[in-house]
């Protein structure tokens, strides 16, 4: 493991062959574990990049605070990164569904009522699991797998029945307003 002071001093001294040597140690881990939680590459590309800023910074600044290897720790930064991207990429769509595909049309006569509601309140009823696991499926369009891993199912098939149980959930919803709607 290298003191902070030689790291420093190679990163001062000789920043671009320091930095290549970080990537080629570090990145295949890092893309590794971006990947087995539904990002790309490229996502891992922006992680690592971040990281290593975050990294040159506190090294240069002499702020860096090491109890194991550069690599350790830069993994370490890249998975909190990933894990706040990940609950970033989960509440940012919400927005754009309700103002672009949630919202019914108004109608005079039934503004007023819960059928005017928009399919995304009916989800939001669901529960946080259920709302995004039909927003992986269906708007992300996120391969079952991926939903399984990034939800921490046992198997493909487990997040299989839980999807097709949120919809069930969503449709008795749906069903049972506009069936107390039809009887009025």
Request: with cysteine.
């Amino acid at each position: 493991m290298e003191t902070i002071a030689s790291l420093r001093h190679a990163l001062l001294t000789d920043r671009h062959q320091t930095l290549t040597g970080i990537y080629q140690r570090t990145f295949p881990m890092v893309r590794r574990h971006v990947q087995q939680r539904g990002g790309s590459a490229q996502d891992a590309k922006d992680v690592f990049q971040d990281a290593l800023v975050i990294f040159y910074e506190k090294a240069v600044g002499e702020t860096l605070v090491l109890s194991a290897s550069v690599s350790t720790y830069l993994v370490g930064v890249c998975r909190n990164l990933w894990r706040r991207e990940l609950s970033r990429r989960s509440q940012q769509p919400l927005t754009g569904l309700m103002e672009e595909h949630g919202e019914l049309p108004e109608d005079p006569e039934t503004a007023e009522t819960p059928a005017a509601l928009s399919v995304l309140d009916y989800v939001e009823q669901l529960g946080e699991r259920c709302k995004s696991v039909l927003l992986a499926f269906y708007y992300f369009q996120q391969p079952l797998e991926q939903i399984a891993r990034t939800h921490d199912y046992r198997s493909v098939r487990s997040a299989t029945v839980q999807k097709f149980k949120c919809l069930e959930r969503l449709r008795a919803s749906v069903r049972a307003v506009f069936a107390h709607d039809f009887d009025r």
